[in-house]
């Protein structure tokens, strides 16, 4: 079946724009997540939906980034006013949670986004 | 509180002669622990998980772990590296329930000498 989709698969925006990345997670798969992937770096944890629960926003590095997910669907990223500091590679996984904190999370390919 | 040290950013072997890829983490409960590998302009993709079945985890493409307790450890071997096993390597811990925070390692990048 198909795997996690990302759009755009490169991003390239001035500073100051607003930029809005998507995530299309396995069908059925009521777990999402967003990262942020700087060059070189680990990944950094930005957001969790799972189901209809409050998303955990604990990772969001400040009030110019925000997501949505509506139902158990598509999830859109939003950067405002970007930075220099925001260029990175932005990755969606998803995962069906059995409750185990062993669920396995599956990736997308990631958005590269270059702010200029 | 959870946290992941991965204790080399590079690591680099011949081919056809074992690999080592360290890991130690610290967590407050019996945690989950996760190996992900990241091929050049490829996706994340898992290569084994610890269950608490096993403390020897056995993964894809000749890959094991074992969880030592003891030592907080959790470190990726193979007997005998391969030209197609340069990537980046990830070392992720994650607490006891599924709503917990995943912990990334900063990765160890392993390369393959002829």
């Known amino acids: 079946g198909a795997g996690v989709s990302q759009s755009p698969s490169n991003k390239v925006t001035e500073k100051g724009k607003d930029v809005e990345l998507r995530c299309d997670p396995i069908s059925g798969h009521t777990a999402l997540y967003w990262y942020r992937q700087r060059l070189g770096q680990g990944l950094e944890f930005l957001i969790y939906?799972?189901?209809?629960?409050?998303?955990?926003k604990s990772g969001l590095p400040s009030d110019r980034f925000s997501a949505e997910r509506t139902g158990e669907s598509v999830s859109t990223l939003t950067i405002q006013r970007t930075q220099q500091e925001d260029s990175a590679v932005y990755l969606c996984?998803?995962?069906?949670?059995?409750?185990?904190?062993?669920?396995?999370?599956?990736f997308g390919p990631g958005t590269r986004l270059t702010v200029l | 509180a959870q946290s992941v040290t991965q204790l080399d950013s590079h690591v680099s072997v011949s081919e056809g002669t074992p690999v080592l890829l360290r890991c130690n983490y610290s967590?407050?409960?019996?945690?989950?622990l996760f190996w992900y590998v990241q091929h050049p302009n490829k996706g994340l993709q898992l290569l084994l998980k610890y269950t608490s079945a096993a403390t020897l985890v056995k993964g894809i493409n000749g890959f094991e772990a074992e969880f030592k307790k003891s030592e907080t450890s959790f470190h990726l071997t193979k007997p005998s590296a391969h030209m197609s096993d340069a990537a980046e390597y990830f070392c992720v811990v994650r607490g006891y329930s599924s709503a917990s925070k995943i912990i990334f390692g900063s990765g160890t990048r392993l390369s393959i000498r002829p």
């Open positions: 996984a998803s995962s069906s949670p059995r409750g185990f904190s062993t669920d396995t999370q599956y």
């Open positions: 967590s407050s409960y019996s945690p989950s």
């Open positions: 939906f799972q189901g209809n629960s409050a998303p955990d």
